[in-house]
């Protein structure tokens, strides 16, 4: 079982910054791809962005493309989301998850293929 846990979610304005971390821990690591997903109120979760497993590959949903960038640190089991120039549009839960892959290189966009989540971290952009 892995563990996935969010943290660094708070209440911002419009234009600030805000890095989110992601958590692993549990089982040991296998090939992974991470993927930040994000779910407003009254809306369903969608995609934001995913990285592969060596982090040499990276896929952003075009609403935060140019100002969210993910990466990882696989020595800490650590993924990290940083967001700039935040937007009331921006406002949500977002959480992490897991997706076992067979390659380094693999990520996918898709919520189904993900298979550990965690909790959710609320980030609030006021205008």
């Known amino acids: 079982q892995v563990h996935v846990e969010e943290s660094g979610g708070r209440s911002v304005r419009a234009g600030d910054s805000l890095s989110l971390t992601c958590t692993f821990s549990g089982r040991t690591f296998r090939r992974y791809a991470v993927g930040w997903f994000r779910q407003a109120p009254g809306k369903e979760r969608e995609f934001v962005c995913t990285?592969?497993?060596?982090?040499?590959?990276?896929y952003y949903d075009d609403s935060v493309k140019g100002r969210f960038t993910i990466s990882k640190d696989s020595a800490k089991n650590t993924v990290y989301l940083q967001m700039n120039n935040l937007e009331p549009e921006d406002t949500a839960v977002y959480f992490c998850?897991?997706?076992?892959?067979?390659?380094?290189?693999?990520?996918?966009?898709?919520?189904?293929?993900?298979?550990?989540w965690g909790q959710g971290t609320q980030v609030t952009v006021a205008s």
């Open positions: 998850a897991a997706s076992p892959g067979a390659t380094d290189t693999y990520y996918t966009t898709l919520a189904s293929e993900y298979r550990y």
């Open positions: 990285v592969s497993w060596s982090g040499g590959s990276t």
